[in-house]
T-cell receptor
Framework: KQEVTQIPAALSVPEGENLVLNCSFT??????LQWFRQDPGKGLTSLLL?????REQTSGRLNASLDKSSGRSTLYIAASQPGDSATYLC???????????FGKGTTLSVSS | DTAVSQTPKYLVTQMGNDKSIKCEQN?????MYWYKQDSKKFLKIMFS???????INETVPNRFSPKSPDKAHLNLHINSLELGDSAVYFC??????????????FGSGTRLTVV
């Protein structure tokens, strides 16, 4: 059964810092992993999707990596800004590939 | 705009009532889902439909009944609402059952409050 864990649960940093959010999963046979952003009271915005054949994906200041052998993914945010404050969720497919299983998220607060 | 759209955005109702939440996607995706986000912000799959066929029903009370009239719509009907049903419900879609190529797209959520 796929389980997804995210650490830390919460993170507060000053503006400008580079930071890493961690995600681990139990089923290493996953074929992709997706990172989302959720702002308070809002829906989910897809940030990055990494296929199992890829080791990382980049979008602007965001870089996500995937290491299937260790069951880990990281989301790297460079030069953090107050606008990055949100909850970041990682999700991978369940073993049947019929739904996404989410971690509980990391709530990021970037102060100016 | 291409998107997954849900209505209503907010729903406040009394215990015991029956209510529906509608979802539509114009992305041409084959599979649609309902997720529930509880008070602790944890997102959990409820139902999955592929081309109008039920794929997943994750230990959800039978007071919840999804209906998919076509592959672009997946509505959620809830009977005899209880206080514990208060949550944010998200609709989502993916291109094929496994979301391999383009991942999942989520709607903006429906905040249900049962009083």
């Amino acid at each position: 059964k796929q389980e997804v864990t995210q650490i830390p649960a919460a993170l507060s940093v000053p503006e400008g810092e580079n930071l890493v959010l961690n995600c681990s999963f139990t089923d290493s046979a996953i074929y992709n992993l997706q990172w989302f952003r959720q702002d308070p009271g809002k829906g989910l915005t897809s940030l990055l999707l990494i296929q199992s054949s890829q080791r990382e994906q980049t979008s602007g200041r965001l870089n996500a990596s995937l290491d299937k052998s260790s069951g880990r993914s990281t989301l790297y945010i460079a030069a953090s800004q107050p606008g990055d404050s949100a909850t970041y969720l990682c999700a991978g497919p369940n073993q049947a590939g019929t739904a996404l299983i989410f971690g509980k998220g990391t709530t990021l607060s970037v102060s100016s | 705009d291409t998107a997954v759209s849900q209505t209503p955005k907010y729903l406040v109702t009394q215990m015991g009532n029956d209510k529906s939440i509608k979802c539509e996607q114009n992305l041409g995706h084959d599979t649609m889902y309902w997720y529930k986000q509880d008070s602790k912000k944890f997102l959990k799959i409820m139902f999955s439909y592929n081309n109008k066929e039920l794929i997943i029903n994750e230990t959800v009370p039978n007071r919840f009944s999804p209906k998919s009239p076509d592959k672009a719509h997946l509505n959620l009907h809830i009977n005899s609402l209880e206080l514990g049903d208060s949550a944010v419900y998200f609709c989502a879609s993916s291109p094929i059952g496994q979301g391999i190529l383009d991942g999942y797209t989520f709607g903006s959520g429906t905040r249900l409050t049962v009083v």
